[in-house]
């Protein structure tokens, strides 16, 4: 395998990889329930993240190579949702959806679940680092990942 495009490849592959598992981690480890737009974010990555691996089994090279693209132009999808959930976010615009929680049962059970359902607004950041939020975070690095990946393609031989 060419050697760029090996490059690229583990980069469409760990990228979106190592963003789901912070996304997981932030959720499951850090109490950070993901709103609606967050959500929105992972389904780009998890395509992105079977492209790359059924790449990893693909002999033709060209083909390879396309997978890897596309696995590219899932990444920067998710970045450029996650770029407009951090302007949502800072209010610089209004999202499109108002997020909820999903409630289910009946009765008790329902009431229940309503009182207990976390509020989760997208235009709230639940967490920053140097003012920047994990949508921001996503943004920054889905897309210069993107670019990064569909630049080492564009500029390698297919081989």
């Not at 959806?97 to 997208?122: Q, Y």
């Not at 939020?133 to 297919?158: E, P, Q, V």
Request: proline fraction near 4%; aromatic fraction near 14%.
């Amino acid at each position: 395998m060419n050697q760029k495009i090996g490059f690229a490849h583990w980069l469409a592959f760990l990228l979106p990889a190592g963003l789901l598992a912070g996304a997981y981690g932030s959720q499951y480890i850090a109490g950070l329930p993901p709103c609606e737009m967050c959500w929105w974010q992972r389904y780009p990555h998890f395509e992105a993240v079977a492209l790359a691996t059924i790449a990893f089994f693909v002999g033709n090279p060209g083909y390879r190579k396309a997978l890897v693209a596309l696995a590219a132009l899932g990444i920067l999808t998710s970045g450029l949702i996650g770029g407009f959930h951090a302007g949502v976010e800072y209010g610089w615009w209004e999202g499109l959806t108002s997020c909820t929680a999903t409630i289910s049962g009946s009765g008790d059970e329902l009431l229940k679940s309503i009182m207990n359902a976390p509020l989760v607004r997208c235009d709230t950041a639940p967490w920053t680092l140097f003012g920047i939020s994990l949508a921001g975070y996503n943004f920054l690095l889905s897309t210069g990942g993107a670019i990064a990946i569909l630049w080492t393609i564009w500029h390698s031989k297919t081989s």
